[in-house]
């Protein structure tokens, strides 16, 4: 007589824990994304008031279905910063972490995390192909912070952004620039424009001049190419920096605002804007450097500061999609559930399949089963 049991499969747990950075209120799944997991089989566990810093009370996600209880004993935790070793401390051997883990920062938390024996996915190295868009924290968060930067921008500079005729006269519109043209700088263009800006773009690669163009930005030619891999820059040679910071000194004098993005994965930030830039700049111009946390892009930026100098003030704001909580934390929860989604399988088993070029580029540590 077959005396076997159909056992039923067990539901798997996502557990969303509080953010402990001072800066940071971003929340890693909100509460509509929540009740969505849950209909697909999954077990939502919120830290309680993990929610707060982007003003989403607890009962918020009670009502989506989701238990305020002990997130760190869920199967897969996820996060928005880089865990702490306190952090790291809570997780125990085979569960998943996912997050923003600065795989390529020199001080990374990954190998504390592979000695934890915890399975790590980085949202920085997820693939930057069509089929993982829907996944791309990068991109999610870098229009948050395009967008701020140019409202940053605004709230410093001592004139107008837009053109106004009045009785007392005309006065002529903001020249701004954005200085790197992903996505960070491609929202930043079209911010300057929506407020009235007269805006120009500039970047590396020479195959985003049309991007440039269709938010109504003006292109601005040095005549250098370092198209990268991966849509990001390549390092420049030290004739082509020369070349560059030359004709960008040249140019960036005439701007009244400058917004800096460049980034060049696992380097320091390219410096872009001399002292000799600034100094020539009229007073009261505004640079927003949004690589402050990997050196900057302006030779005089201190990060996390700002300062005037030559009667230009330099801002080089930090975590910038934290200041904008609500909506940072919305799309940032629809890029996390969609790589959980792809973690599980058929049956709604969480069994990530490491063939997928996805989830084998985004995990950074494995737990011995999937090694």
């Known amino acids: 007589m077959d005396t076997s049991k159909s056992v039923a499969q067990a539901r798997p747990s996502v557990g969303v824990v509080r953010e ?32 707060l810093g982007a003003l989403i009370p607890d009962e918020l996600y009670k009502e989506a279905g989701a238990t305020i209880g002990d997130a760190w004993a869920a199967d897969v935790v996820v996060k928005v910063a880089p865990p702490s070793d306190e952090e790291i401390a809570k997780l125990r051997a085979g569960q998943t972490l996912i997050g923003f883990l600065a795989p390529r920062n020199a001080d990374n938390k990954i190998g504390a995390l592979g000695a934890a024996g915890v399975q790590a996915f980085a949202v920085e190295a997820i693939p930057r192909i069509s089929r993982a868009q829907v996944m791309d924290a990068l991109s999610s968060q870098a229009n948050v ?61 020479p195959e985003v001049a049309d991007q440039v163009r269709s938010v109504g930005a003006q292109w601005l030619d040095l005549g250098i190419d370092a198209a990268g891999e991966g849509g990001y820059a390549r390092e420049l040679t030290d004739a082509e920096r020369a070349q560059q910071q030359q004709a960008l000194e040249n140019a960036i004098k005439g701007f009244d605002v400058v917004i800096t993005t460049a980034l060049v994965p696992g380097r320091p930030a390219p410096r872009l804007v001399t002292a000799a830039a600034v100094e020539g700049m009229k007073p009261g111009s505004v640079i927003i450097d949004l690589a402050g946390e990997t050196g900057g892009n302006c030779e ?36 996390v559930s ?12 969480l ?15 494995r737990s011995k089963e999937n090694s």
């Open 351 to 365: 069994a990530p399949d490491f063939s997928d070029e996805i989830l084998d580029g985004a995990c950074v540590t």
């Open 338 to 349: 969609a790589l959980i989604e792809l973690m599980l399988d058929e049956n709604g088993a």
């Open 20 to 51: 402990t950075s001072d800066d940071e209120r971003r929340v890693a799944l909100v509460p509509k994304v929540a009740a969505s997991l849950s209909a697909k089989g999954v077990d939502v566990v919120v830290e309680s008031g993990a929610g």
């Open 300 to 335: 005089l930026t201190e990060p996390g500061q700002t300062a005037v100098k030559h009667g230009v003030t330099i801002c080089s704001p930090l975590n910038l999609p934290a200041t904008m909580p609500e909506h940072a934390s919305e799309l940032y929860s629809k890029n």
């Open 145 to 205: 912070a395009g967008y701020k930067a140019v409202l940053v921008a605004a709230s410093e500079s001592t004139r107008f952004f837009p053109m106004l005729t009045t009785a007392a006269g005309t006065v002529k519109p903001a020249t701004v620039l954005v200085l790197g043209v992903g996505v960070a700088g491609l929202q930043a263009l079209a911010t300057a424009k929506r407020l009235g800006g007269r805006t120009t773009g500039y970047d590396v690669r």
